[in-house]
Nanobody, 121 residues
């Protein structure tokens, strides 16, 4: 079994900062891409940013310049530093990892349980 456990969400005023963490544990052999997605009430889940095992990043235009993704491959952990937060950033944030549970297994996608981020105006 694989678990992705997120932490770091909460309530913050507009202009403030939060840092999210997501650690993968269990039967994890290798991790390719990790990323953060978010889902606001009444909206579809959308990409925020992804990062490959080599460090290549892909940011959504809505968060570019304000959010920074990083990862610690030794700890199977990905981070999201969110600065200059806006009320429209309010959403449940989900961690995603594309990984193998053994060196011969196929790549599979896993999701965390989500962490709430609320930005007040």
């Amino acid at each position: 079994q694989v678990q992705l456990v997120e932490s770091g969400g909460g309530l913050v005023q507009a202009g403030g900062s939060l840092r999210l963490s997501c650690a993968a544990s269990g039967r994890v052999a290798t991790i390719n891409t990790m990323g953060w997605y978010r889902q606001a009430p009444g909206k579809q889940r959308e990409l925020c940013v992804t990062i490959t095992s080599g460090g290549t990043t892909n940011y959504a235009d809505s968060v570019k310049g304000r959010f920074t993704i990083s990862r610690d491959n030794a700890k199977n952990t990905v981070y999201l530093q969110m600065n200059s937060l806006k009320p429209e950033d309010t959403a449940v944030y989900y961690c995603n990892a594309e990984l193998r549970t053994s060196f011969i297994a196929r790549l599979s996608n896993y999701w965390g349980q989500g962490t709430q981020v609320t930005v007040s105006s």
